[in-house]
């Protein structure tokens, strides 16, 4: 039984939901705990780093200020509570290849702060490159506003809309994904400068979907970095993976477990934490 989803997109990133959407879409899915995890951005709506909310509102601004006047509580009526927690995925440049971070229970620091900026300014100048070579690759126009949550789904998306004779896939595979024509690189922090960031300003860091990356081996290798946390050992590949590899690493580095599902619309559930596995990260987002 699946009660945590800790891995969510909404439409700050590259995902189809609002945050009310996601709510809605974790209560259906009878989700206990679900964090906003959008790329290179802390959601501005979240405005604590553990939200405790019914089933009806999130609360932002002044509105539940008594149920927000803390990370975590529980109150006296868990079953009709949801606990979002502001999170964040951040991309960062391994050496060998770029891994992607999951910070839980994000805190706001100068540092991060800035450098939330720099990659929000180098996404939209990134976005406005990639629309160009598509352009003039297809002699198309496509129909994208490109600001600093653009990413390269965006593009995709505009491009299945489009008059080109691609589909969302095909546009990845032959056109905007790595090495393909219309690809451009990203200007990424270093991996230690974007685990000291999170670690500043999160009060869980953790690897994600290792299995994602070519070196899954090297990639999990990472977790020795005594700023790393976690690792998300739940996660919706598809495909068979060694799980014996991330019980190593756990076992090896004294890790917490993470998972979810990279929710990009609105099926939360996918994958997660069950109670049990849920538990220790949730005591360790508790602390004040």
């Given at each position: 039984?699946?009660?945590?989803?800790?891995?969510?997109h909404?439409?700050?990133?590259?995902g189809t939901?609002?945050?009310?959407?996601?709510?809605d879409?974790?209560?259906?899915?009878?989700?206990?705990?679900?964090?906003?995890?959008?790329?290179d951005?802390?959601?501005?709506a979240?405005?604590?780093?553990?939200?405790?909310v019914d089933?009806?509102?999130?609360?932002t601004?002044?509105?539940?200020?008594?149920?927000?006047?803390?990370?975590?509580d529980r109150g006296?009526?868990?079953?009709?509570?949801l606990?979002?927690?502001r999170?964040?995925?951040?991309?960062?440049?391994?050496g060998?290849?770029?891994?992607?971070?999951l910070?839980?229970?994000v805190?706001?620091?100068?540092a991060?702060g800035r450098?939330l900026?720099?990659?929000?300014?180098n996404?939209?100048e990134?976005?406005?490159?990639?629309?160009?070579?598509v352009?003039?690759?297809?002699?198309v126009?496509?129909?994208?506003?490109i600001?600093?949550g653009?990413?390269?789904p965006?593009?995709?998306?505009?491009i299945?809309?489009s008059?080109?004779?691609?589909?969302y896939r095909e546009?990845?595979?032959?056109?905007?994904?790595?090495?393909?024509?219309?690809?451009?690189?990203r200007?990424?922090?270093?991996?230690?400068?974007g685990?000291?960031?999170?670690?500043?300003?999160?009060?869980?860091v953790?690897?994600?979907?290792?299995?994602?990356?070519?070196?899954?081996?090297?990639?999990?290798?990472l977790?020795?970095d005594?700023?790393?946390?976690?690792?998300?050992?739940?996660?919706?590949?598809?495909r068979?993976?060694?799980?014996?590899?991330?019980?190593?690493a756990?076992?090896e580095?004294a890790?917490?477990?993470?998972?979810?599902?990279?929710?990009?619309?609105?099926?939360l559930?996918?994958?997660?934490l069950?109670?049990?596995?849920?538990e220790p990260?949730?005591k360790?987002?508790?602390?004040?």
């Amino acid at each position: 039984m699946i009660v945590a989803d800790l891995h969510v997109h909404t439409t700050v990133s590259d995902g189809t939901m609002t945050l009310s959407d996601a709510r809605d879409a974790a209560r259906a899915a009878d989700l206990d705990a679900v964090a906003i995890t959008d790329h290179d951005a802390v959601h501005p709506a979240l405005d604590v780093p553990v939200t405790q909310v019914d089933s009806g509102d999130v609360p932002t601004g002044e509105e539940g200020v008594e149920k927000r006047n803390r990370y975590w509580d529980r109150g006296t009526d868990g079953d009709d509570e949801l606990t979002v927690i502001r999170g964040i995925e951040l991309r960062a440049d391994a050496g060998f290849e770029a891994i992607d971070l999951l910070g839980y229970a994000v805190r706001e620091t100068p540092a991060l702060g800035r450098e939330l900026d720099r990659l929000g300014r180098n996404r939209a100048e990134r976005g406005r490159r990639i629309v160009e070579r598509v352009e003039d690759c297809l002699g198309v126009e496509l129909d994208l506003v490109i600001d600093e949550g653009v990413g390269r789904p965006h593009v995709a998306r505009a491009i299945a809309d489009s008059d080109a004779d691609y589909g969302y896939r095909e546009a990845f595979e032959q056109l905007i994904g790595d090495e393909r024509p219309c690809y451009v690189p990203r200007e990424l922090p270093a991996f230690d400068d974007g685990v000291s960031l999170l670690a500043d300003a999160c009060e869980v860091v953790s690897l994600a979907h290792p299995f994602r990356y070519r070196d899954t081996e090297r990639a999990l290798g990472l977790c020795a970095d005594r700023d790393v946390d976690a690792v998300e050992r739940q996660y919706p590949y598809g495909r068979p993976v060694n799980e014996a590899l991330v019980e190593r690493a756990i076992d090896e580095h004294a890790l917490l477990e993470t998972g979810g599902s990279d929710a990009h619309d609105d099926e939360l559930g996918r994958a997660g934490l069950s109670p049990t596995e849920y538990e220790p990260l949730a005591k360790r987002l508790s602390r004040p």
